[in-house]
């Protein structure tokens, strides 16, 4: 069965420190990785999206993730963050065998002015 | 304008009396999907939809049921609420199931007493 395993529930951050939030997936096929960012009272909106090629993928606002296929990883990273990061975060996967889409637990992030 | 839209977005109601939240996609996707939110879980999956009349079990579909009998609208129906169905409800769609971006409806609050 599908799995998302996101390791950090909580993060906090200094402005301009760099950030990784690592998730590791359980899945025996093919996968389709992404990222979500839930702000404050807002709904999710997709960060960045791994379906094939690259894999390093680069997102929305300064953000990036790395596929590592033998490890089964796909870690959200920030050179420098920002006050406005304050969010929590989800890694999600989609396995090319059927069409659900787990979801990790998240991880709520919050960046120190 | 692209949306995914829910109603109600809060409500409370008491155990056992039925109720239905809308959700409406104005984008002519196919695929349609409900989840919850709640505290430390991240999102579960609780049913999605690939098509007209096709619907499909996610993670957590127990106490709960769907119907799409149009493309635009998935209602998502609770037959006997109980306490442990409190929770945040999205909607969310994306245009088939190898399209990356899904949106996501603002989300409904529902509290069961």
């Known amino acids: 069965a599908q799995s998302v395993s996101q390791h950090n529930h909580h993060v906090i951050l200094s402005e301009a420190a760099s950030l990784e939030l690592g998730c590791n997936y359980s899945?025996?096929?093919?996968?389709?990785l992404f990222w979500y960012v839930q702000y404050p009272g807002q709904h999710l909106q997709l960060l960045l999206k791994?379906?094939?090629?690259?894999?390093l993928v680069k997102g929305i606002k300064g953000f990036e993730a790395e596929f590592i296929k033998s490890k089964f990883s796909f870690n959200l990273r920030k050179p420098s963050v920002q006050w406005s990061d304050t969010a929590e975060y989800f890694c999600?996967?989609?396995?090319?065998?059927?069409?659900?889409?787990?979801f990790g637990k998240g991880t709520r992030l919050h960046i120190l002015p | 304008e692209a949306q995914v839209t829910q109603n109600p977005r809060y409500l409370i109601t008491v155990t056992g009396k039925k109720l239905t939240v809308t959700c409406s996609q104005n984008m002519n996707h196919e695929y349609m999907s409900w989840y919850r939110q709640d505290p430390g879980l991240g999102l579960r999956q609780i049913y999605y939809s690939m098509n007209v009349e096709v619907t499909d079990k996610g993670d957590v579909p127990e106490g709960y049921k769907v119907s799409r009998k149009e493309k635009r609208n998935f209602p998502l129906i609770l037959e006997s609420p109980s306490p442990n169905q409190t929770s945040l409800y999205f909607c969310a769609s994306r245009l088939d199931r190898n399209q990356e971006t899904q949106y996501f409806g603002p989300g409904t609050r529902l509290l069961v007493l």
């Open positions: 899945y025996g096929g093919t996968v389709n």
């Open positions: 791994y379906f094939s090629g690259d894999p």
């Open positions: 999600a996967v989609n396995g090319d065998r059927d069409d659900k889409i787990i």
